[in-house]
């Protein structure tokens, strides 16, 4: 496992909830001269952060962090991990930075698409049909079609009681969670060098789904999920949302294993990836996902996680598991970020050194303590590659609370302007500079 860390060149940004860093409704685009650069960054104020999941604000206000390139098709896989990005991370290579905020956009978009108003109708589902889903939340240019909305259902049933006194938002069982999108845009494929299939998931909203949160305990993945080791462990509420079902609606986990199917069957004889993103609870079921995927489908293609502000999902045994299946896992890490640091707590070895509240192991700590200490279904293993950034190194981050924080926009802001562990500029500032004018506030 690798780990990338450093700091981020300090920079003004815009103002307003996480909306501002997508296209805009109309997918325009706009120029700013010199002396409007300029002006900008006299006048541009702090950064104030909103909850990514916050519904209010505007779609249309700001460009796509995210430049495409025309230099991926040649060496696509490698931006994809199948070399577990090496020498790509520190520094962050410009084109892999650009890969990153385009996956993030796709989560960002699975925020918009989702009703959190509790009074409508509606709550807990798609604002918009899966036909236009990516336009009418303002990514009209991605150059990707939905093919499947995704919904994740809560195993925990409230007591009869609750269910009775508590308004019906509070128990809604299954919600709306992201949904999967194929390229199929002649160009846009020809820029990346194969199909692209992205699997997106927003992170948690609903109060059954924080509840699934709290369960935090390990617990062994079923045999279908874990045919080669039954000692494979992950957290027990984000492998209940995964694999939970009603009378009517069925598992996270089939929905994912039949659009998978049919997609595969379809685009079999084309280069093709998987992507599976998202951010926070959503980053843990990119993993658990993408960890089915590899392990149902034998001929599976590459299988890349691109997680935001992830919790820890799984035991060592499980991390081993994605590895010998050739899952690729990159985990995007703001070091201020609590969620990253929870649930449970790590050992790692001795060939590792302790990072990011880990402990680790004494030399002479006997296995047979250690096989005790990992008996209390606590004792979590970080899975993956990482790039650590830290929004301490950004002054115009402010409130730099656990929602601050945590907020995917504040991810995606800190990407953008990370450079290396011992460099703190990057050529391109100004273009976030460029946009920080005019921008409503939340």
């Known amino acids: 496992m690798k780990l990338a860390t450093g700091i981020v060149r300090p920079c003004n940004m815009l103002q307003g909830s996480s909306h501002h860093l997508v296209n805009s409704t109309q997918c325009s685009t706009t120029s700013t001269s010199t002396s409007t650069i300029s002006q900008s960054q006299n006048s541009c104020t702090k950064l104030r952060i909103a909850n990514s999941?916050?519904?209010?604000?505007?779609?249309?206000?700001?460009q796509s962090l995210a430049f495409k390139t025309s230099k991926l098709r040649d060496k696509w896989t490698e931006f994809q991990g199948i070399k577990n990005w090496e020498g790509l991370l520190d520094p962050l290579?410009?084109?892999?930075?650009?890969?990153?905020?385009?996956?993030?956009?796709?989560?960002?978009?699975?925020?918009?698409?989702?009703?959190?108003?509790?009074?409508?109708?509606?709550?807990?589902?798609?604002?918009?049909?899966?036909?236009?889903?990516?336009?009418?939340?303002?990514?009209?240019?991605?150059?990707?079609?939905?093919?499947?909305?995704?919904?994740?259902?809560?195993?925990?049933?409230?007591?009869?009681?609750?269910?009775?006194?508590?308004p019906n938002w509070v128990s809604t069982q299954s919600s709306w969670i992201g949904y999967v999108a194929v390229?199929?845009?002649?160009?846009?494929?020809?820029?990346?060098?194969?199909?692209?299939?992205?699997?997106?998931?927003?992170?948690?909203?609903?109060s059954m789904e924080w509840l699934e949160n709290l369960r935090a305990t390990l617990t062994c993945l079923p045999s279908d999920m874990a045919p080669d080791n039954c000692e494979s462990m992950v957290q027990s509420g984000f492998l209940s949302l995964y694999t939970s079902s009603t009378?009517?609606?069925?598992?996270?986990?089939?929905?994912?294993?039949?659009?998978?199917?049919?997609?595969l069957q379809k685009y079999a004889d084309e280069p093709l990836s998987i992507t599976v993103t998202g951010h926070s609870l959503g980053a843990a079921l990119a993993t658990l996902s993408a960890h089915d995927i590899t392990t149902t489908f034998k001929q599976a293609p590459l299988v890349t996680v691109v997680s935001f502000g992830g919790p820890r999902v799984g035991n060592r045994n499980f991390r081993c598991q994605l590895e010998k299946n050739?899952?690729?896992?990159?985990?995007?890490?703001?070091?201020?970020?609590?969620?990253?640091?929870?649930?449970?707590?790590?050992?790692?070895?001795?060939?590792?050194?302790?990072?990011?509240?880990?402990?680790?192991?004494?030399?002479?700590?006997?296995?047979?303590?250690?096989?005790?200490?990992?008996?209390?279904?606590?004792?979590?293993?970080?899975?993956?590659?990482?790039?650590?950034?830290?929004?301490?190194?950004?002054?115009?981050?402010?409130?730099?609370?656990?929602?601050?924080?945590?907020?995917?926009?504040?991810?995606?802001?800190?990407?953008?302007?990370?450079?290396?562990?011992?460099?703190?500029?990057?050529?391109?500032?100004?273009?976030?500079?460029?946009?920080?004018?005019?921008?409503?506030?939340?």
Not at 183 to 204: F, M, Q, S
Not at 385 to 400: G, H, T, V
Request: hydrophobic residues 30%; glycine residues 6%.
């Open 53 to 62: 999941w916050n519904p209010k604000g505007r779609h249309n206000s700001g």
């Open 247 to 263: 009378g009517s609606r069925p598992s996270l986990q089939e929905i994912i294993r039949d659009e998978i199917s049919k997609i």
């Open 326 to 442: 050739g899952t690729k896992v990159l985990r995007i890490v703001n070091s201020d970020d609590p969620i990253t640091k929870v649930p449970g707590f790590v050992f790692e070895d001795n060939k590792e050194m302790a990072r990011n509240g880990d402990v680790q192991m004494a030399g002479g700590l006997s296995e047979w303590l250690q096989k005790r200490v990992e008996d209390t279904q606590w004792v979590y293993a970080e899975i993956g590659n990482e790039l650590r950034l830290s929004s301490k190194d950004c002054p115009q981050i402010n409130n730099r609370n656990m929602a601050s924080c945590h907020d995917l926009k504040t991810y995606l802001h800190l990407v953008d302007n990370f450079v290396s562990s011992n460099c703190p500029l990057r050529a391109t500032a100004k273009r976030v500079l460029n946009r920080s004018q005019n921008t409503a506030l939340v």
């Open 183 to 206: 390229c199929n845009d002649k160009n846009e494929i020809a820029r990346l060098g194969r199909r692209d299939v992205v699997v997106a998931y927003r992170g948690t909203a609903t």
């Open 93 to 166: 290579d410009n084109n892999l930075r650009n890969e990153i905020l385009r996956y993030g956009e796709f989560v960002e978009a699975a925020y918009r698409c989702f009703d959190f108003d509790t009074s409508s109708p509606g709550y807990a589902t798609c604002l918009y049909p899966k036909s236009s889903m990516l336009d009418q939340c303002g990514f009209c240019r991605t150059g990707y079609k939905v093919t499947k909305s995704l919904h994740a259902t809560c195993g925990v049933q409230l007591p009869q009681y609750c269910s009775e006194r508590l």
